[in-house]
């Protein structure tokens, strides 16, 4: 009972009760607003089909739209147990007075503001997702307004404790003569860069069903669970207690409305996620790793996005022709993907940095290339994404099959990441 009563255990039941209504809610609403997303356009062609069936887009926008009223109702929670004052009202102006004054001093107004900052961000780049599912803005236009969405959380955080330093391992202090780095400006310029790419590196894992909701719900969890050592750690200091919870609080409901999606986003699917769910999975976890302090674990659990990104390199920045879509090609008498490819039988003469790039990511078996017997001329390659890095090396497979090795292998990178930092990083840092 004891247990029940310390503030921490009632917010967190109350966290999990607002999750569990965002579930209800997500899982309730999808259905019933399908046919009027059609109507206003927000649609797409579920490309990997035999027929290509029109469905519901930009469920996102329902995600985000539960997500905030939850965090908003969960806001007296958080603070509840400064909004029952003790004592006896007082009788006389001057009672009240002294009663405000006591009242603003102990409220803890900073720890609003943290919550507050972290909604305005996410707030700002769901709405960035919803032009984008509305204009298909170009990527190079859209690319640093995160920057600008993450810099509430950045100013908080300059406010907060300004800590812009990384340890040096053990090993290497005798060659530093110091245990940390202090990279100043740098390590803002780095969080911006975290907000950036997490909220794009989703969206560019994509185009089958459940994929970019499956990998933020395994990184999500995976994230919590971080959260969750650190909170049963012995010696974590209150400090760090505050910001885990205050993680946690921000990721539970994002895994409540992302089990709800992907009831109806799973293969086949009967809606799509949009653009706005993939910005506004990848915000809030970019918020939650920045205000969490833990911003370059995060990154860890980013991996298979890093490595996808990396990957995408060429494409991304013109080397090798990128289309309008990259996602794996349908396969009607089998029924199961295959790889999709850039085609190049009307290009006999390649650009030198296009023929270099190809060859490149051959020799790393990256990516596969076909080549006229004869001629020993590029003929096609395959597109420069992890999905189709999968397919060239584990085969053809049936859509539903190829999500979930994406997310076994996202929930594989999440174990490691997790022994890294709670299992390895202490013997490495050790003093
Ligand atoms: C990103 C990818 C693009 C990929 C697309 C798929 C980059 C640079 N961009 O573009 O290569 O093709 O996502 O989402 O890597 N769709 C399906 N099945 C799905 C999900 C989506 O067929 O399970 C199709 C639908 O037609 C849907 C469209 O993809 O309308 C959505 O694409 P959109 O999110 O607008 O593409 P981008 O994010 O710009
Ligand atoms: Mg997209």
């Not at 921490?8 to 999808?30: E, H, M």
């Not at 409540?256 to 976890?285: E, H, I, Q």
């Amino acid at each position: 009972i004891a247990l029940l009563f310390n503030p921490w255990c009632l917010q967190l039941v109350s966290a999990l009760g607002v999750s569990l209504l965002a579930y209800v809610s997500t899982v309730t609403l999808i259905p019933r607003v399908g046919d009027a997303f059609i109507r206003r356009g927000f649609s797409g062609k579920d490309m990997n089909k035999a027929e290509k069936k029109i469905i519901p887009e930009t469920m996102g926008v329902v995600c985000a739209l539960v997500y905030f009223i939850c965090m908003i109702v969960f806001i007296p929670f958080l603070f509840y147990k400064y909004l029952v004052p003790n004592g006896v009202k007082p009788t006389s102006e001057v009672g009240w007075m002294n009663r405000e004054r006591a009242i603003a001093s102990h409220f803890p107004h900073n720890h609003l503001v943290e919550y507050l900052a972290a909604l305005l961000s996410i707030l700002s780049i769901s709405l960035l997702g919803i032009l984008d599912d509305l204009f298909d803005i170009r990527w190079r236009h859209k690319f640093f307004l995160p920057a600008i969405a993450a810099i509430p959380l950045l100013v908080v955080y300059y406010v907060d404790c300004d800590k812009t330093y990384v340890s040096v391992p053990t090993v290497l202090r005798p060659f530093l003569s110091r245990s940390i780095v202090d990279l100043g400006v740098l390590y803002y310029m780095y969080m911006a860069a975290v907000a950036i790419f997490c909220p794009n590196s989703i969206n560019i894992i994509a185009g089958i069903n459940g994929v970019e909701a499956g990998q933020s719900l395994v990184l999500a969890i995976m994230v919590c669970l971080n959260d969750v050592l650190f909170l049963v750690r012995p010696g974590t200091t209150t400090d760090a207690i505050h910001l885990h919870l205050l993680s946690l609080y921000l990721l539970l409901p994002l895994v409540a409305v992302t089990l709800g999606l992907l009831k109806y986003n799973w293969w086949p699917s009967r809606v799509f996620v949009g653009d706005t769910y993939c910005y506004f999975a990848g915000m809030v976890l970019a918020v939650a790793g920045i205000l969490g302090h833990f911003s370059k674990t995060l990154l860890l659990f980013f991996l298979p996005q890093i490595f996808n990104f990396v990957l995408s390199i060429p494409q991304l920045f013109g080397l090798v022709p990128c289309p309008r879509h990259r996602l794996p090609r349908f396969n009607p008498e089998t029924g199961l993907l295959q790889n999709s490819y850039v085609d190049f039988t009307d290009t006999p003469n390649l650009p030198k940095k296009t023929k270099l790039s190809i060859l490149l990511f051959e020799r790393l078996r990256l990516i596969k290339v076909e080549y006229e017997p004869k001629t020993g001329r590029i003929l096609r390659c395959t597109n420069f994404t992890i999905i189709n890095f999968l397919l060239a090396h584990l085969g053809t497979m049936r859509e539903d099959h190829l999500t979930m090795v994406v997310m076994a292998l996202q929930f594989g990178v999440g174990v490691f990441a997790l022994f890294f930092r709670h299992v390895l990083a202490p013997i490495a840092y050790r003093n």
